[in-house]
T-cell receptor, first 113, second 118 residues
């Protein structure tokens, strides 16, 4: 077990709704990254947060947004949900910004109907 | 276009067989990682390779980083049912600005789904 916890584990939403996913990073880790993993694909980088600031972003539209809190926990928000947003959303924490080794949570399975 | 190509995509073998999975790219990575992911779970880090030509062993698993740091392989000796899972390679995306390059960003392949039958 990595010590990274995500909630909820499963979620069903209707197209057009908004969703918030949560992540508690491993103790001592100040960097959190979010990934989207569609069925049969590898994880795709959404964005990364370091000390409460966004530090990089993948090819995702602005309706994907995030926050990092002083305790380094993080949220991923998705507005105006689309059917293609159905995926496993993974949070990964790293010891420091310079570290590429990531420790993943178990993910949140989001289904948009 | 997938930056990291993994092959084969699917592999089904009998317990005790050996296997090799590959991870190839046209780009150079300063480091590359291998993860294993089980259904409904997040990926778990197996190893990080950093130096071209590097070989690392983890029990029955042997990982190699290509001399040019563009490719890697994972070899499993005497596979067991417990090895079943999705094997993902991931390269650091630090210098790949078109892929949201930022320190700590990982570029993943699609994975190799391994099934080991008893």
């Amino acid at each position: 077990e990595t010590g990274v916890t995500q909630s909820p584990t499963h979620l069903i939403k209707t197209r057009g709704q908004q969703v918030t996913l949560r992540c508690s990073s491993q103790s001592g880790h100040n960097t959190v990254s979010w990934y989207q993993q569609a069925l049969g694909q590898g994880p795709q980088f959404i964005f990364q947060y370091y000390r409460e600031e966004e530090n990089g972003r993948g090819n995702f539209p602005p309706r994907f947004s995030g926050l990092q809190f002083p305790n380094y926990s993080s949220e991923l928000n998705v507005n105006a949900l689309e059917l293609d947003d159905s995926a496993l959303y993974l949070c990964a924490s790293s010891l420091a910004l310079e570290t590429t080794e990531a420790f993943f949570g178990q993910g949140t399975r989001l289904t948009v109907v | 276009t997938q930056l990291l190509e993994q092959s084969p995509q699917f592999l089904s073998i009998q317990e005790g067989e050996n296997l090799t999975v590959y991870c190839n790219s046209s780009s150079v990575f300063s480091s590359l990682q291998w993860y294993r992911q089980e259904p409904g779970e997040g990926p778990v880090l197996l190893v990080t390779v950093v130096t071209g030509g590097e070989v690392k062993k983890l029990k029955r698993l042997t990982f190699q980083f290509g001399d040019a740091r563009k490719d890697s392989s994972l070899h499993i000796t005497a596979a067991q049912p417990g090895d079943t899972g999705l094997y993902l390679c991931a390269g650091d995306g630090i210098h790949l600005m078109n892929y949201g390059g930022s320190q700590g960003n990982l570029i993943f392949g699609k994975g190799t789904k391994l099934s080991v039958k008893p």
